[in-house]
């Protein structure tokens, strides 16, 4: 092969497998995003909750000073395993809450799905407004993923950690301020005493 045909010939293989890797590389992210083999409980139904069956659960919220959260116990519907009693937590969690009470979550802001691996991790989906309806600063943002991690950890020892997704993907932050890209533990040293 001559000289000025092996050029094209290289380069086209250098696109090829730049291309490849490329395509690895979305196949490998997306599978991370989309944990394989999990629990899912779509958002929308509510099929494994007990008809009037309620529990108790902490559920977070703004403390008075506006600085950390404060623990409230309420009543959730019941549901049938981690991950259907998971979507009940997190939907009461973002139920708005009566006066003195202030919510840490943009009010407009819905749970589209939530799924639940084999070692412990929850992905909860949220709605976009949980980051276009935010406030902003780093304090508003802590409160609002630690409200919803601690309340699935501190009710739930089938789950360790939390991963927030918006809108079905993975985001870097909610605000621009908090690390989202792996599953968070518990945080106890956000909660008033």
Request: glycine share 6%; hydrophobic share 45%; charged share 15%.
């Amino acid at each position: 092969m001559t000289r000025s045909r092996l050029i094209p010939v290289a380069l086209l293989a250098a696109v090829a497998a730049g291309s490849i890797g490329a395509w690895v590389s979305v196949t490998v992210r997306r599978r991370i995003a989309r944990p394989s083999t999990v629990a899912s409980t779509p958002a929308a139904s509510s099929a494994t909750a007990a008809p009037g069956r309620k529990i108790k659960a902490r559920l977070y919220y703004v403390s008075t000073d506006g600085t950390k959260l404060t623990g409230v116990d309420r009543e959730v519907s019941y549901a049938e395993g981690a991950a259907a009693q998971a979507q009940e937590i997190v939907s009461a969690q973002l139920t708005a809450v009566p006066a003195p009470l202030v919510s840490a979550i943009p009010p407009a802001t819905t749970l589209r799905a939530l799924y639940l691996n084999e070692k412990g991790a929850a992905f909860v989906d949220l709605s976009k407004d949980v980051s276009t309806s935010h406030p902003g600063g780093s304090q508003n943002e802590l409160l609002t993923i630690y409200s919803i991690v601690d309340a699935l950890t501190a009710n739930l020892p089938a789950i360790t950690s939390v991963q927030l997704l918006v809108d079905g993907k993975e985001v870097d932050t909610l605000a621009g301020h908090i690390d989202l890209r792996k599953p968070l533990q518990k945080n106890l040293g956000i909660i008033a005493p």
